[in-house]
């Protein structure tokens, strides 16, 4: 089993910066890629970037990129995703995933643990 706790969400007016964090305890951090994904009001729950466990790799949905970037710091159990110039339409909930599998890690069905979620809400 992997706990997954996120935080640093927030309100904040449009164009600054937030970075979240998930925090991993359990099994080792290490062996599993994190995910990150949001969920606006009334919308799918949708992929936003995730770094592989395996070689370090990275990936972004198109409409971050550029903006956002994950990363993760495996002697502190912890995964980020810096998120600048932020948008109106980057307001959700944002989640926390881990997977142990090798595979397209952008497919929300991979993971297998789930953070509870933080609030990011960006005003104009």
């Known amino acids: 089993q992997v706990q997954l706790v996120e935080s640093g969400g927030g309100l904040v007016q449009a164009g600054v910066s937030l970075r979240l964090s998930c925090a991993a305890s359990g099994r080792t951090f290490s062996d599993y890629t994190v995910g990150w994904f949001r969920q606006a009001p009334g919308k799918e729950r949708e992929f936003v970037a995730a770094?592989?466990?395996?070689?370090?790799?990275?990936y972004y949905t198109d409409s971050v990129k550029d903006r956002f970037t994950i990363s993760r710091d495996n002697a502190k159990n912890t995964g980020y995703l810096q998120m600048n110039s932020l948008k109106p339409e980057d307001t959700a909930v944002y989640y926390c995933?881990?997977?142990?599998?090798?595979?397209?890690?952008?497919?929300?069905?991979?993971?297998?643990?789930w953070g509870q979620g933080t609030q990011v809400t960006v005003s104009s």
């Open positions: 995933a881990a997977s142990g599998a090798l595979g397209s890690y952008t497919w929300i069905g991979i993971y297998d643990y």
């Open positions: 770094i592989a466990w395996s070689d370090g790799a990275t």
